[in-house]
């Protein structure tokens, strides 16, 4: 269990975006914004992407997030945000669909 | 996300201040909302809630579907005492998802022995707050009975307006630290804050039920933790 009080600096995704930013990259900022079931990773939880599929942070235990990437390389290049939604009853559920039988509903959205 | 907010909401974050990222999920503008930021109707109401419980959440309001990100500081406990109750009080308040740290000058007491995997500072708490300030997202608990070691780190509690501020001890001896709080330059209100004797009243008659009164009191004072708005007090 993690019990710093600080920041992870070197893992937070928050962080890593602004990094990103400064260092003149396109990023795009995935969040969990709703979950049903038995969800992998909480509400609020947040997975960054760059231009190059560079990514860092969760949306859930690794089963969506190569999906959540793709979709972020179209939101970086639209600047439209869009809102996925994963679980299995979802007719990609063989591909992307979440083991544990939740569902969640990801925000993806460019920085600036 | 505007960058602009991220860089404000990444400050906040490294200064271990709440905030409530607020994003409008049709339009997708966002804002920050510190705590004590007027924001009125069911809005508002919802995001005085994701500061008092931390969990974020969608809401309707307005209607608008927002999705409210809350960004609250890890509470932690700093405990003034390395005596029999803090043994107790440490592990339970980790497990409570209250990290502990405790400090006590006296070498004796505050051994690595005692305290296995808990956070120790063997320094007199001025050396120690001075490092490593206080904040409002930080419990103060004061038990080791000694005016010298509890009164400087109380009233640097007082100023950091610690979300919890406890002290052992009776009514009697906490009579005597009102007047050396007083003498200390604390306003009377600020010593009000003070909860003395410690402990949630369940008839504690032990070290560790002590520690269960304490924990219990800590987590009452964090989930009730006043939220007023700055604006309607000024």
């Not at chain 1, 942070?57 to 600047?79: F, H, K, L, R, Y």
């Not at chain 2, 051994?111 to 409002?136: I, Y």
């Amino acid at each position: 269990m993690d019990e710093s009080i600080y920041l992870d600096e070197a893992r937070d995704p928050l962080i890593i975006a602004e990094g990103w930013m400064k260092d003149g990259k396109d990023v795009a900022i995935a969040t969990v914004v709703e979950t049903w079931g038995s969800a992998p990773r909480p509400v609020g939880s947040h997975l960054v992407i760059d231009a190059e599929g560079n990514f860092h942070g969760s949306v859930s235990g690794g089963c969506v997030e190569s999906a959540v990437v793709t979709e972020a390389m179209d939101v970086i290049g639209s600047g439209k945000a869009r809102m996925l939604e994963f679980g299995v009853a979802d007719e990609t559920a063989w591909q992307v669909g979440l083991s544990c039988g939740g569902r969640i509903k990801v925000y993806v959205e460019r920085l600036g | 996300m505007d960058p602009y907010v991220l860089k404000t909401l990444n400050e906040e974050r490294r200064a271990r201040r709440a905030a409530v990222l607020v994003t409008d999920l049709g339009d997708g503008r966002d804002r920050i909302v510190r705590e004590g930021d007027p924001v009125a109707g069911d809005l508002g109401a919802a995001i005085a809630n994701a500061f008092r419980t931390g969990n974020s959440r969608s809401v309707e309001a307005e209607g608008r579907t927002f999705f409210l990100n809350a960004h609250l500081p890890r509470p932690r406990l700093v405990v003034i005492g390395a005596v029999h109750i803090s043994q107790a009080l440490a592990p339970m308040a980790r497990i409570a998802g209250y990290p502990v740290e405790i400090i006590d000058p006296r070498t004796a007491f505050a051994t690595p022995e005692r305290f296995p995997d808990v956070a120790l500072h063997a320094e007199w708490p001025e050396d120690v707050l001075k490092r490593a300030p206080l904040d409002s997202y930080t419990a103060l608990a004061a038990v080791t009975h000694d005016p010298k070691i509890d009164d400087f780190a109380l009233k640097a509690a007082l100023d950091a307006r610690c979300f919890y501020v406890g002290a052992l001890g009776s009514r009697k001896t906490h009579a005597k630290r009102v007047e050396r709080l007083l003498a200390l330059g604390a306003g009377a209100d600020q010593i009000a804050r003070i909860h003395a004797p410690i402990g949630l009243d369940i008839g504690a008659a032990s070290p560790a039920e002590i520690a269960v009164a304490v924990l219990a009191q800590t987590i009452h004072a964090f989930r009730s933790r006043g939220l007023e708005t700055k604006g309607a007090v000024a």
